[in-house]
């Protein structure tokens, strides 16, 4: 069983987007490997993360080093 294992910070993404003349700004966070990661996990756990690769199944899995420490 091969598992890769890394640590990797989030980045903050400001996007804008325009609809009938007005412009909108949104964010989201995103890890390498074009992982998207919800807001409220970023708020709680912080921007630093585990991610595991499971070459063998096709897994990937990413934990919270915070949560992984505790």
């Known amino acids: 069983m091969t598992v890769r294992v890394r640590t990797a910070v989030a980045r903050k993404?400001?996007?804008r987007k325009v609809v009938?003349?007005?412009?909108y700004t949104y964010e989201y966070y995103t890890l390498p490997l074009n992982l998207y990661l919800p807001r409220?996990?970023?708020e709680r756990w912080g921007t630093e993360f585990?991610?595991?690769?499971d070459?063998?199944?096709?897994?990937?899995t990413i934990r919270p080093?915070?949560?992984v420490q505790t």
């Open 20 to 23: 009938r003349g007005k412009e």
């Open 50 to 53: 585990i991610v595991e690769r």
């Open 65 to 67: 080093k915070k949560a």
């Open 13 to 15: 993404i400001i996007g």
């Open 40 to 42: 409220s996990v970023v």
């Open 55 to 60: 070459d063998e199944r096709g897994v990937i």
